[in-house]
C-alpha cells in the first residue's frame, strides 16, 4: 500500500510565495515520478510539474520561471516552490505519484490542498 500526504496550501496574496510538499510512503520499491496537478473551478485539471526518477522535470507553461520543482529521494518527497503567486494559481493542488517495481508503476494520488491567492 503506497500513500500520498501533502501539505503546504494556504492564503497568500498576489505576489507572494508557498511551498508544498509531498511524500510518499508504504510499499516503495521504485519511483518513476512525482509532482503536481491542479483543478481550479470551471477548468479542467492540468499537469503543473512534474520530475521524473532521472531528474527532468517539466512545468506548464503558465508557471515557467515561476514555480520550482525538486526531490528528496531519501525521503521520497517531492516539493513545489511556488513564488511571485497570481490569482490565476488558486486551486487545488494534487499531488501524484507513479510507484511500483522497476519494471511498472501505477498512479497514486494525494489528497489535495488549497491554494488561494487573493487580496
Known amino acids: 500500500q503506497v500513500q500520498l500526504v501533502e501539505s503546504g496550501g494556504g492564503l497568500v496574496q498576489p505576489g507572494g510565495t508557498l511551498r508544498l510538499s509531498c511524500a510518499a510512503s508504504?510499499?516503495?520499491?521504485?519511483?518513476?515520478?512525482m509532482g503536481w496537478y491542479r483543478q481550479a473551478p470551471g477548468k479542467e485539471r492540468e499537469l503543473v510539474a512534474g520530475i521524473s526518477s532521472g531528474g527532468s522535470t517539466n512545468y506548464a507553461d503558465s508557471v515557467k520561471g515561476r514555480f520550482t520543482i525538486t526531490r528528496d529521494n531519501a525521503k521520497n518527497t517531492v516539493f513545489l516552490q511556488m513564488n511571485t503567486l497570481k490569482p490565476e494559481d488558486t486551486a487545488v493542488y494534487f499531488c501524484?505519484?507513479?510507484?511500483?517495481?522497476?519494471?511498472?508503476?501505477?498512479?497514486?494520488w494525494g489528497q489535495g490542498t488549497q491554494v488561494t491567492v487573493s487580496s
Open positions: 508504504g510499499s516503495i520499491l521504485s519511483i518513476h515520478a
Open positions: 501524484y505519484g507513479d510507484i511500483g517495481t522497476p519494471s511498472i508503476s501505477m498512479r497514486y
